[in-house]
T-cell receptor, first 113, second 112 residues
């Protein structure tokens, strides 16, 4: 059973471009969580999704950021018009239900030039 | 004040020592998590607990709900235990219980 997969592992974008981060949860997991870790800072919750639904997006910036978890395919975190301050490690985690342990992916390191 | 506080921030130990990392939180929770972040950045969930004590190999996690405090212990520490250990809680308040609130982490270095 493969773990949580994220791709790409490293992503470089210039200011103003779009970044698309993908997360494939573990098999059988329908709950996906996205977290951001800014340089030298702790992890922060961004958004929690269950298949086709956004359950909690209270940690996601109101502009430029969006997330989806379609019926088929991976969850996508999309950042439009990236700025230097978006440079961070973005981690995805999944769980089979809300109260179960979360399993983390290896993260995507986004660098904005 | 952060909702999840960890101490110490940094910890250096000699191989074989018994290690304790502490976590205090100020919100009502449904669960507390201990995570390990390796130098390469990957994150592993070590424990999820809501009461009592859990043990896995040389790692022990305890929680005192009344005192809003948890400890992570490592017995017979080894250099491969060197990592950042992160405490996180699943809060009760508002919205969903799907998000975690993280402490800033404790950086552990175990010297041979």
């Amino acid at each position: 059973n493969a773990g949580v997969m994220q791709n790409p592992r490293h992503l470089v974008r210039r200011r103003g471009q779009e970044a698309r981060l993908r997360c494939s949860p573990m098999k059988g997991h329908s709950h996906v969580y996205w977290y951001r870790q800014l340089p030298e800072e702790g992890l922060k919750f961004m958004v929690y999704l269950q298949k086709e639904n956004i359950i909690d997006e209270s940690g996601m910036p109101k502009e430029r950021f969006s997330a989806e978890f379609p019926k088929e395919g991976p969850s996508i975190l999309r950042i439009q018009q990236v700025v230097r301050g978006d440079s961070a490690a973005y981690f995805c985690a999944s769980s089979p239900n809300l109260m179960a342990k979360q399993f983390f992916g290896p993260g995507t390191r986004l660098t904005v030039l | 004040k952060n909702e999840v506080e960890q101490s110490p921030q940094n910890l250096t130990a000699q191989e074989g020592e018994f290690i304790t990392i502490n976590c205090s939180y100020s919100v009502g929770i449904s669960a507390l998590h201990w995570l390990q972040q390796h130098p390469g950045g990957g994150i592993v969930s070590l424990f999820m607990l809501s009461s009592g004590k859990k043990k896995h190999g040389r790692l022990i996690a305890t929680i005192n709900i009344q005192e809003k405090h948890s400890s992570l212990h490592i017995t017979a520490s080894h250099p491969r235990d060197s990592a950042v250990y992160i405490c996180a809680v699943t809060p009760f308040y508002g919205g969903s219980q799907g998000n975690l609130i993280f402490g800033k982490g404790t950086k552990l270095s175990v010297k041979p």
